[in-house]
């Protein structure tokens, strides 16, 4: 018989453990400094609203803790921008990487293995002048018990951004007629699409959203972009490049909420 449980964190942990996000953005060998860099130019060629929406120089001497920093692109740069960075994240083979990414650059930082619906247990409450979580949030089973325990450790006078899946989008739709998966690696445990509605009731009485919009549409055939061949669909080589913005603002995957304490 199938089982119907809900997947657990150890799910979602082995399932990032098993392939770390992004860590095959280079084919150098992982741990060079190449492949760093090559990883970072490949993440924000694709993603290119990640720099303006992190807005990383403007945390240069602040307190800056990330919830679920991957293999540490984003860490990176704000490290390099001079913030006083914490990283946290579930999958240890994932911050492996990012901290060996740190010594490979001689950037500073603090990296700190555990679960976000447990945060307030591993860093210090009111502590941050940022919190920064992008793309992480969605996947985990208690999603509205990772932003109650960021609101105990960000500053009153702080700010908390963060990327979810938006239910509204052109990758959605895909991924509901069968033509698309959420993330590279099949099987992902959880991976919750969200409405304005649902961004709602995940920071209601802890937050106030100071805005929210959308970007981000995938354009490239896939098969070509695995072989690092930036060829854009052929219904989006059509579009002039207005339309395509359009469409991304409306209908783009990555919900991007700005939000400060309540
Ligand atoms: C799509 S990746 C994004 C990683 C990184 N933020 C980036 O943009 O490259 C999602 C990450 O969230 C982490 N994650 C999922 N649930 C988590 C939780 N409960 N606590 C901490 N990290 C979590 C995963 O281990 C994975 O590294």
Known sequence: MKSTAQPTVRDVQEYWNRRPCNIGHSKLEVGTRDYFDEVEQRKYFVENHIPGFAQFTRWKGKKVLEVGCGIG??????????????????????????????????????????????????????????????????????????????????????????????????????????????????????????????????????FEVTEARQAHIFPYV???????????????????PAMFDALERRFGWHFLITTRPI
Request: charged share 25%.
């Open 73 to 206: 692109t984003d860490a990176t740069n704000f490290a390099r921008a001079g913030a006083d960075y914490t990283g946290i994240e579930l999958s240890g083979a994932s911050l492996k990487v990012a901290q060996n990414r740190f010594e490979v650059f001689g950037l500073k930082g603090t990296f700190i293995p555990c679960n976000a619906e447990e945060l307030s247990n591993y860093v210090d409450k009111r502590a941050f002048d940022l919190v920064y979580s992008f793309g992480v949030i969605h996947h985990t089973p208690n999603q509205r018990a990772v932003v109650e325990e960021i609101r105990k450790v960000v500053k009153d006078d702080g700010e908390f951004r963060m990327m979810v899946y938006a239910k509204n989008s052109w990758k959605d739709a895909m991924i509901e007629g069968g033509l698309d998966q959420p993330e590279a690696q099949s099987g992902c445990p959880i991976a919750t699409t969200y409405t304005e509605e649902m961004v709602r009731e995940l920071t209601d009485g802890l």
């Open 222 to 240: 896939v098969e070509k972009y695995r072989q690092f061949e930036y060829e854009p669909q052929p219904w989006f080589a059509a579009m002039p």
